[in-house]
């Protein structure tokens, strides 16, 4: 199982910042339990997303807002004519995902990665879309409103 969080470079484009495995670890005074943290916010709500290229979509969550969802993505090219590629988004959630089964192809403006069951992603709001392996994919998800970046 590997953790993927993404951010953006010093260019401005979206980008994984780390890169690790995932190993949990005993807790001390509790017998048969181990853990590691995967990601966690110091504020509520949590931070606004860094500045972004791509098109805005609006997911309509409101800041500090949770929605946790299911979702199954198609095979890549299995789509009805005419319809849309994966196209570069960003938006005003931070999104935790675990790949549940299949592979899908996390699409970043400075390199993809494949992600296989188990892998899980922190994406806070950055430019991103996604390209689901021959046998389709599904994730779980769950986003969290954020305010919109301060305009300077």
């Known amino acids: 199982m590997r953790k993927l969080i993404t951010g953006i470079d010093t260019e401005g484009r979206s980008c994984v910042v780390e890169e690790?495995?995932?190993?949990?670890?005993p807790v001390e005074g509790i017998p048969g339990f181990a853990m590691?943290?995967?990601y966690r916010t110091e504020e509520s709500p949590p931070p606004a997303r860094p500045p972004a290229l791509a098109d805005f979509v609006d997911v309509q969550l409101a800041p500090g807002l949770v929605r946790w969802a299911?979702?199954?993505?198609?095979?890549y090219g299995s789509h009805l004519e005419g319809s849309t590629p994966a196209t570069l988004h960003h938006t005003d959630t931070l999104n935790l995902v675990i790949v549940q089964s299949g592979t899908i192809e996390l699409l970043l403006q400075a390199g993809?990665?494949?992600l296989e069951p188990g892998d899980c992603v922190v994406m806070?709001?950055?430019?991103?879309?996604?390209?689901?392996?021959a046998e389709g994919c599904r994730l779980v998800a769950i986003s969290?409103?954020?305010p919109p970046p301060t305009v300077t």
């Open 20 to 25: 690790s495995e995932v190993v949990t670890a």
């Open 112 to 114: 993809n990665r494949t």
């Open 70 to 75: 299911v979702i199954d993505h198609a095979p």
């Open 124 to 133: 806070p709001g950055i430019d991103h879309a996604y390209r689901a392996g």
């Open 144 to 146: 969290v409103g954020t």
């Open 36 to 38: 590691q943290s995967l």
